[in-house]
């Protein structure tokens, strides 16, 4: 027969190691055919059996022995103590008279029994199943149960038992060695409705800690709980357990229970988390890098005492328990740790990003929340006017000066569509350039749309590295400059609207190919970097002066001026970033980009949902940098 499976796990790779045993039985069967015909149903029987096993119907085949109450009691301690990942059974040899006294009209049944088990692989065996022909001479055939039926070595009241002992699992680093997650205090919190004396007070304690706790729905699973069983709420971090421990304890029928987790200490979108049952990477780096840094647990199977549980023999062991190794990335620890203070004291969605640009290193990649999406890394968002960065590069390529006048009407209709800049100002016709950057003038680039071409903005996208595929290290969205269609998409790619996107790491990495006047891939996971992108132009020496100068205007003269004072001569471009919310109501995405040129260190600020670049990121930049 084929091999039949059930998949009830997942699978963790290892070596097929097959313990042959002798079969019980010796001699073949012979005779006229009707000896052929008893052994085709033997054979029939052992196959049902084996089948129901296989496919984790333990009672239809504990049904088909002489024994159901015992055979599915040792089948399903077996099942339950083995945890494989599948099981799969194959007849492997002709039917045979086992011998032994009152077994004349017993045929035996050899087979192989191979199970897929977590630490180990496959592991195989061989057994044999002796089965009785039915008194009444009907077809069916009855296995006669045994444990030595489950395992040859297995005596009665014993089990299969796989032990499994985890390998320490590795820390991701930061660039100078300390640790960005490992094992920390946590506190899961519960609920004992039997002492449960003041819902109310219990419910309000809870609601305070800010956690997303839906208290409606946890009274109603408390109600029906057992009293005298604990009703799980919450894990804890142990600040935010700290924070609140004072409250949770005065309420009685609140318990707190400390433990251990893997989490992250900083970066934790980017970092990750670990499931805390199976111990594997659930997201970030964590998940990507799981199996480095979960290393080769050590297991074995082993004949155990089904009574007391002690183990009594060691069938297979496998070597292992190997630590993991750890991830090292490129973050800093304190520009990390500045970008996260920054954020969590404004308390508002966004995002701060910073790269070296003498390397391409990322330096930090904060979110907030600090347990929310990785948008630092993976954010799809309009640029708004940072984009103008590159709108400017593409006319000084194309031999405009920083001085020539551009104009800056205060409005601008293309196609029957209007084009106005923040708050309708307008500078007047004689507007340059470097006035139109700095004061971040829409309507100087729209109402300047000849001169530019539908790829023109793809191509210079190309000397940022934008819209390739980059090998940082971990997920990143690595920005998207389509080829315009139509004079609207023109338009509203210029002031980095329509079709442009990016996230904060590609809008940090355009700061620092301005810095550098190269570009630089940005990395974050070194070692794992294989290939980094090589721009497929480079801005001229020229361009890239002339977008450092008027960076550093918009510092001194224009909409970054919150950035003024700040040390380490600071150069900046700010971006208001129109969109729809999922009300349909028009918002604003917020954005700060630039650099610092003594300090070699570039950054993006994006702040999510409400104000604009200059009022609102330009204050969060200003304090992340001043932080530093």
């Known amino acids: 027969m084929g091999r039949n499976r059930v998949r009830l796990g997942a ?83 002709d039917p045979v008279e086992p011998g032994g006294e009152g077994q004349d009209d017993a045929l035996a049944v050899p087979f192989t029994a191979t199970y897929t088990l ?52 590795a820390p991701v680093l930061a660039a100078d060695g300390s640790e960005l997650a490992g094992p920390s205090a946590v506190w899961d919190i519960s609920i004992w409705p039997a002492r449960l004396t003041d819902p109310d007070a219990a419910y309000a304690a809870l609601d305070e800690l800010d956690a997303g706790i839906d208290t409606e729905a946890l009274a109603d699973r408390v109600a029906e709980a057992d009293p005298d069983r604990a009703v799980s709420v919450i894990t804890l971090r142990d600040a935010d357990y700290q924070e609140h421990a004072d409250a949770l304890r005065a309420v009685e029928g609140l318990q707190a229970r400390e433990g251990s987790r893997t989490l992250a200490h900083a970066a934790r979108p980017l970092v990750g988390g670990v499931d805390p049952d199976t111990g594997a990477g659930t997201s970030g780096l964590q998940e990507r890098y799981d199996e480095q840094l979960a290393g080769t647990a050590a297991a074995a199977v082993v004949i155990a005492d089904r009574e007391s549980g ?49 390397s391409g290193h990322v330096l ?27 709108t400017a590069a593409a006319l000084l390529e194309g031999g405009t ?66 819209g390739a595929v980059w090998d940082v290290g971990a997920t990143t969205f690595d920005g998207s400059v389509p080829v315009t269609e139509s004079p609207n998409q023109l338009a509203g790619s210029l002031i980095g609207q329509d079709r442009v ?33 090589e721009a497929g132009s480079e801005l001229s020496q020229g ?18 001026s919150a950035l003024d004072g700040v040390p380490g001569d ?34 993006a600020v994006m702040l999510e949902d409400g104000g604009s670049g200059g009022t609102d990121a330009g204050p969060l930049a200003a304090d992340f940098l001043n932080a530093l």
Not at 311 to 321: F, I, K, R, S
Not at 521 to 528: C, N, R, S
Not at 547 to 560: E, Q
């Open 310 to 358: 002690d183990a009594v023999e060691t069938l297979h062991e496998q070597d292992g328990g190997e630590p993991g190794t750890p991830v090292g990335t490129t973050l800093d620890p304190q520009v990390q740790q500045a970008a996260e203070a920054a954020l969590e004291d404004l308390g508002r969605d966004g995002s701060i990003v910073a790269v070296q640009p003498s």
């Open 118 to 169: 977590e630490g180990i692989g496959e592991w195989s065996y061989d057994s044999t199943a002796v089965m009785l022909p039915a008194e009444d001479g009907a077809d069916d055939w009855t296995v006669r149960w045994e444990s030595a039926l489950v395992h040859p070595q297995l005596a009665e009241g014993q089990t299969l038992v796989l032990s499994v002992e985890d390998a320490e699992r």
């Open 11 to 93: 699978l963790i790779g290892g070596t097929a190691v097959v313990v042959v045993l002798a079969v019980l039985g010796v001699l073949l069967v012979r005779g006229d055919g009707g000896g052929d015909d008893r052994a085709d149903r033997a054979r029939s029987g052992a196959e049902s059996f084996l089948d129901a096993w296989a496919s984790g119907d333990l009672e239809a085949a504990a049904g088909l022995t002489d024994d159901p109450e015992g055979a599915q009691s040792l089948l399903d301690s077996v099942q339950g103590n083995m945890r494989a990942e599948s099981v799969a059974f194959e007849v492997s040899g």
């Open 401 to 466: 000066a920083t001085d020539d006048v551009l104009g800056c009407p205060q409005y601008v209709t293309v196609d029957g569509q209007r084009f106005e800049n923040q708050d309708e100002f307008e500078l007047g016709p004689g507007t340059t350039l470097r006035e139109a950057i700095t004061a971040s003038c829409n309507t100087a680039f729209i109402d300047n749309l000849d001169r530019f071409e539908h790829d023109s903005l793809s191509r210079i996208s190309e000397s940022f590295g934008i």
């Open 543 to 560: 361009t890239a002066e002339a977008l450092r100068s008027m960076m550093r205007d918009t510092v001194t003269d224009g909409s970054a």
């Open 501 to 533: 996107q990016a996230s904060p790491l590609v809008m940090a990495s355009v700061a620092a190919t301005v810095a550098d006047g190269t570009f630089r891939q940005p990395v974050l996971v070194p070692d794992a970097v294989e290939e980094r992108h």
């Open 364 to 390: 930090a990649a904060a979110d907030w929340p600090a347990d929310g999406f990785n948008r630092s890394l993976q954010g799809q968002l309009a640029p708004g006017s940072t984009f103008k960065v590159l």
């Open 570 to 603: 600071p150069h900046g471009k700010t971006g208001t970033a129109e969109f729809r919310d999922e009300d349909g109501e028009l918002s604003t995405n917020a954005w700060m980009i630039g650099f610092l040129a003594d300090s070699d260190l570039a950054f």
